[in-house]
């Protein structure tokens, strides 16, 4: 059993950055491939990166390549996404998620997930 807890969210101001931290419990959090997507308001929710267990592979969203990155400190349990240069269109619940069997980008393989944190992008 894993679970997730999400912090870092806020309002900024379009341009800005803010860190998203999210904190793993669970022995086994090492081995899982973890992911950030996010849901707007209206939308489905969508993925936004991906990082492997190891953390030496990421998969970047286009839309966000250049701009968010995905890092993972493992003695720590918690993987972070560094998000630069936001833009209005960003605002969204972002969410950590855990993947025990693979490495995907759909957000029906991961098995676990946080409450979510608001990132809310002002003009």
């Known amino acids: 059993q894993v679970q997730l807890v999400e912090s870092g969210g806020g309002l900024v101001q379009a341009g800005g950055s803010l860190r998203l931290s999210c904190v793993a419990s669970?022995?086994?959090?090492?081995?899982?491939?973890m992911g950030w997507f996010r849901q707007a308001p209206g939308k489905e929710r969508e993925f936004v990166a991906r990082?492997?267990?190891?953390?030496?592979?990421?998969v970047h969203a286009d839309f966000v390549k250049g701009r968010f990155t995905i890092s993972r400190d493992r003695p720590k349990n918690t993987v972070y996404l560094q998000m630069n240069s936001l833009k209005l269109e960003d605002t969204a619940v972002y969410y950590c998620?855990?993947?025990?069997?693979?490495?995907?980008?759909?957000?029906?393989?991961?098995?676990?997930w946080g409450q979510g944190t608001q990132v809310t992008v002002s003009p």
């Open positions: 998620a855990a993947d025990s069997t693979g490495w995907s980008s759909r957000s029906s393989n991961y098995e676990y």
């Open positions: 990082i492997s267990s190891s953390g030496g592979s990421t």
């Open positions: 669970g022995r086994t959090f090492s081995s899982y491939t």
